[in-house]
C-alpha cells in the first residue's frame, strides 16, 4: 500500500522555483525560492504550466496577414483619395471610394477581433481554424476587388 505522504499533492512550482532563477511574467521580479503562489512584488498569482515548445501559430498568422494587410491596403488608398480631393482640382469623388471607406475600419475591426480572440479560435479544430483563415483573406481579396472594379 502507498505510504500516506504520497497522497499530498506536491506543489510542483515551488519545486522547480527552489533552484531556478525565474522572473515574474508580470514585474520581472526574481522568483527563486518562492513559496507562496504569487509573485511578493506585484502579487501576480502564478501556475506551473504544460506548453507545448513550439506553439502552431501558423494559422494565426496567415489569417493576420490576410486580414491586416487587407486594412493597410485600405487605409494607404483612403489616405490618398482624401489627399487628392483636398488639394487637386481634378480627381474622383469620395463616394467612388466607398469600397475603402467601408474596408478600411472594417478590415481593421476584424484584424483586432482576430487577434483579441485568438486564443478562443485556438480551441476550433484546426480545419475550422484554418477556414476563419481563408476567409479572412476571401474577404480582403473581396474587397479589392470591389474597390478595382469601382474605380477606374
Known amino acids: ?8 499533492p506536491r506543489d510542483w512550482l515551488s519545486e522547480y522555483l527552489a533552484d531556478h532563477d525565474t522572473p515574474c511574467p508580470q514585474c520581472g ?18 501556475v506551473l504550466a504544460v506548453r507545448p515548445a513550439e506553439p502552431r ?17 485600405n487605409v494607404i488608398v483612403l489616405g490618398w483619395a482624401l489627399w487628392v480631393i483636398s488639394f487637386q482640382r481634378y480627381g474622383p469623388s469620395l463616394g467612388e ?10 478590415l481593421a475591426a ?8 485568438r486564443r478562443r479560435i485556438a480551441r476550433w479544430s484546426a480545419s475550422s481554424r484554418w477556414w ?21
Do not use: H, K
Open 110 to 117: 476584424l484584424s483586432g477581433l482576430w487577434v483579441w480572440q
Open 132 to 152: 476563419m483563415a481563408w476567409g479572412g483573406w476571401g474577404l480582403t481579396i473581396l474587397w479589392a476587388m470591389l474597390f478595382f472594379a469601382r474605380v477606374r
Open 97 to 106: 471610394f466607398w469600397p475603402v471607406v467601408i474596408g478600411a475600419p472594417m
Open 57 to 73: 501559430l501558423a494559422w494565426f498568422v496567415f489569417g493576420l496577414v490576410g486580414l491586416a494587410g487587407g486594412a493597410g491596403f
Open 29 to 46: 521580479y526574481n522568483l527563486r525560492g518562492l513559496r507562496s503562489s504569487a509573485c511578493p512584488e506585484c502579487n501576480e498569482r502564478l
Open 1 to 8: 500500500m502507498d505510504a500516506p505522504e504520497s497522497r499530498v
